[in-house]
């Protein structure tokens, strides 16, 4: 829908009607006439835009942990079956996207194209190699990294959440911060003296997740304690300083 008041940022309201999804831009006029053109006139977007949806899963906590014990011991991989259709599953539409995009892109835009083709190519093997490389009982974290890595590589939209959007979220989006931080022209890094370890724990103790997590629960920690941590992938560990004590973590658990 046009709601354009000729401002340069655009701003996305989301609402639910009745059963349906409705999403109004603020654009401004020159971007809404290049985006629709002259099909519509100034009531509204009249065609809809196709999405496609992929959901890529892996469980990083201590409750994937028991769950891959359980696996190992009682010989039921159930669980780790559907992790893994679903990661495949949603693989097979990336792919088909990509070949889409490929044929688009290179017809409207050759040369840009030309310059990001090699890239996408090699977004989509890791993408692949990480999926179809996917074992029960183990913690595939890479599916996620290579899937955010070829969704933003083909200019789509994402969402990185776990069950509270909080702790798990928070961890998540502090590794996907320090890596698009690393990979930039070095000057516009930050100092090499740091690492990608203590860039991502200085984001997860100083950044925006802690207050999100203090908003949540009333205290700036992240719900883990000592032994969950423990338990978290070593790239998806947060600071000591950031985590709450045991008891606490029970009693007060959240996510």
């Known amino acids: 829908q046009w709601l354009g008041d000729g401002r340069k940022n655009i701003h996305v309201d989301l609402q639910i009607v ?6 109004s831009f ?3 006029r020159p971007d809404f006439d290049q985006f ?3 099909t519509v006139g100034r009531e509204g977007l009249k065609r809809g835009i196709r999405v496609v949806p992929a959901l890529f899963t892996q469980g990083i906590n201590e409750t994937q942990t028991f769950a891959n014990i359980y696996s190992s011991v009682i010989g039921d991989s159930t669980g780790s079956s559907r992790q893994m259709d679903l990661n495949n599953a949603s693989l097979e539409r990336i792919e088909q996207y990509y070949r889409s995009y490929c ?24 993408t692949r190699t990480a999926v179809r490389s996917q074992r029960g009982g183990q913690k595939e974290v890479q599916v ?3 899937a955010a890595n070829a969704v933003r590589a083909l200019n789509g939209g994402r969402v990185t959440f776990c069950k509270s959007g909080k702790d798990r979220t928070a961890m998540s989006i502090t590794l996907e911060q320090t890596r698009l931080l690393t990979a ?9 003296l740091f690492d990608d370890a203590q860039i991502a ?7 925006g997740r802690i207050v999100v997590a203090e908003k ?13 941590r423990q338990l978290l992938p070593a790239q998806y560990r947060p600071p000591p300083s950031t985590i709450q004590d045991f008891f606490t973590s029970v009693k007060a658990r959240d996510s």
């Open 36 to 38: 629709v053109g002259n």
């Open 26 to 28: 603020v654009l401004a």
């Open 216 to 228: 949540n629960v009333g205290r700036p920690k992240y719900s883990f304690n000592a032994a969950q």
């Open 184 to 192: 930039m022209p070095l000057e516009h890094r930050a100092s090499p």
């Open 18 to 23: 009745e059963d349906k999804i409705v999403i």
């Open 144 to 146: 996620l990294i290579s």
């Open 103 to 126: 044929g688009w892109k290179a017809a409207a835009e050759p040369d840009e194209f030309r310059a990001e083709e090699i890239l996408l190519a090699q977004t989509l093997s890791d």
């Open 201 to 207: 724990n200085m984001l997860r103790e100083f950044g």
